[in-house]
């Protein structure tokens, strides 16, 4: 009987029950936003004269102490504590005595571990957007050299228009804008405190909750205590915005990995970030990129997984909502070494620029810009000019050439029209180079794009 709510019970719990129950094997994690919460609590208490002076002291000095305990790896966490929460109140009362009974006065559980976790998921959001930023520098690092670099520009996986490789790289980084943007507003919506909510109904005792509030750097007390209880939106949302950033991660992947096949040959991992094969000898394999690929598929599990379990529960804390916590600790951890390695993967990646040029050189990539030339110089409708390109482009495949090297007599064969000048503007450089419209390809357009993220990062 050595449970804390053991009043009305005259069993002990089994042995199976306590395993069954208990989440304080992993919500220890939660120790510090823990003990902050109960030394912020206690403040408040005394300050509202439901603690003394004399109680706060202790109760304060108790829970260093425990931290310590914690930290030094001294402390005893037992399963049948059941959670962290009754872990360290019961570990604070053998140090300090009957103060440390008091702590609990207008707290529940309900409520703290509300804020443990609340608190908990408010700073993974905050630390996983400074991860971003440092990815994002490390792709500014790379496309910086590659404004000019040719790389097929694709669609539907086929040869499309000549794009530069540093505006391929540019859509990434406005992927990764938006999803710090998402985290940063998931911050703002949820940095309200619970404390002061107790089981479900608020407290009788005269607490101040703005006090509690402000020293756990919330931004304001939650409103209703019935929802707060049982609100895990916060969770969810790192979720999803963890799911989405890794699908961003996960695309980019894709590409490593084609990228890194002999059919591409457009980038070589480094040694440190690639592995061999047990039985073939002269495989180099990008395992970190279809790692992260995989990986996109376990963090959407913890998101599918947390909205189920919300999805039948009656107001208001109901002990399903336990089971929020360990997809969302792995979801955030794997976030962030997947953050971490891919951003070392890209800094030793040898980018194999020839190689994409070269691609460039099939496919007829320019074939959009002799329509646009038919548009402009000849004043011929846009259908019929891409109906006259589809015969030069036939013909370049019967000839087994590429449109922008075709001698110019096909083309004026194909329509008298044309001239000579045809011949420049099917240059893949040009082609790329024409595409200046705002957001564009073109060298300047992309440069602009490039400065734009670079000032989002400095402020
Ligand atoms: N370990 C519980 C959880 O993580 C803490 C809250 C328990 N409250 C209760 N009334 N049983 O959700």
């Known amino acids: 009987m050595d449970k804390m709510w053991s009043g009305r019970f005259s069993a002990s719990a089994s042995n199976l029950l306590d395993q069954f129950n208990a989440s304080i094997m992993y919500d220890r994690k939660l120790y510090r936003e823990d003990i902050e919460g109960s030394l912020a609590h206690a403040a408040m208490l005394a300050k509202q004269g439901i603690l003394t002076t004399e109680e706060l002291i202790q109760i304060t000095a108790g829970l260093n102490q425990v931290r310590e305990e914690i930290e030094s790896g001294a402390f005893e966490w037992k399963i049948s504590d059941e959670d962290l929460h009754m872990g360290i109140e019961k570990r604070l009362t053998a140090i300090i005595g009957d103060a440390g009974k008091k702590l609990h006065t207008a707290r529940s559980r309900n409520d703290q571990v509300a804020v443990d976790f609340r608190r908990y998921v408010i700073r993974k959001n905050s630390e996983i957007v400074d991860a971003i930023k440092l990815l994002m520098?490390?792709?500014l690092v790379i496309a910086d050299k590659h404004t000019e670099t040719l790389i097929p520009g694709m669609t539907h996986l086929q040869h499309a228009q000549p794009i530069n490789f540093a505006f391929h790289l540019g859509a990434y980084l406005s992927m990764f804008k938006r999803d710090i943007e998402r985290?940063?507003?998931?911050?703002?919506?949820?940095?309200?405190?619970p404390l002061g909510c107790a089981a479900l109904a608020g407290t009788p005792h005269d607490v101040?909750?703005?006090?509690?509030?402000?020293?756990?750097?919330?931004?304001?007390v939650s409103v209703n205590c019935l929802d707060t209880v049982s609100d895990r939106d916060f969770a969810l949302e790192?979720?999803?915005?963890?799911?989405?950033?890794?699908m961003h991660i996960s695309r980019l992947s894709e590409e490593l990995v084609m990228?890194?096949?002999y059919e591409f040959g457009f980038v070589e991992l480094s040694d440190e970030y690639s592995t061999g094969s047990s039985i073939m000898p002269q495989k180099k394999n990008p395992d970190v990129p279809e790692l992260l690929r995989g990986k996109t598929?376990?963090?959407?599990?913890?998101?599918?997984?947390?909205?189920?379990v919300m999805k039948g529960l009656p107001l208001a804390y109901n002990k399903d909502t336990q089971e929020d916590k360990e997809g969302v600790f792995d979801a955030v951890e794997t976030a962030e070494i997947?953050?971490?390695?891919l951003k070392e993967a890209l800094k030793t990646m040898e980018v194999k620029s020839y190689n994409m040029e070269k691609a460039c050189a099939i496919g007829h990539l320019s074939a959009t810009d002799l329509a646009?030339?038919?548009v402009k110089k000849c004043n011929i409708p846009f259908r019929e000019a891409h109906f006259i390109t589809g015969r030069a482009v036939a013909k370049g495949e019967e000839l087994n050439v590429d449109l922008s090297k075709m001698d110019f007599k096909y083309l004026k064969e194909i329509d008298n029209r044309i001239d000579e000048d045809v011949m420049a503007y099917l240059g893949l450089r040009h082609s790329m180079n024409a595409r200046t419209s705002e957001g564009g390809t073109a060298t300047a357009r992309t440069k602009e794009q490039l400065e734009y993220f670079k000032n989002y990062l400095k402020d």
Do not use: C, H, P
């Not at 006090?211 to 750097?217: K, Q, Y």
């Not at 790192?238 to 890794?246: A, D, G, K």
């Not at 598929?297 to 189920?308: E, F, I, Q």
């Not at 997947?338 to 390695?341: A, V």
């Open 208 to 220: 101040d909750r703005k006090m509690t509030a402000e020293l756990l750097g919330f931004d304001s």
């Open 297 to 308: 598929g376990r963090v959407y599990g913890s998101l599918m997984g947390l909205l189920t």
């Open 372 to 374: 646009d030339y038919l």
């Open 259 to 261: 990228w890194s096949s």
């Open 183 to 193: 985290f940063e507003s998931s911050i703002k919506r949820n940095n309200v405190s």
């Open 338 to 341: 997947s953050l971490e390695i």
């Open 137 to 139: 520098n490390e792709v």
């Open 238 to 246: 790192i979720l999803f915005n963890v799911s989405t950033m890794m």
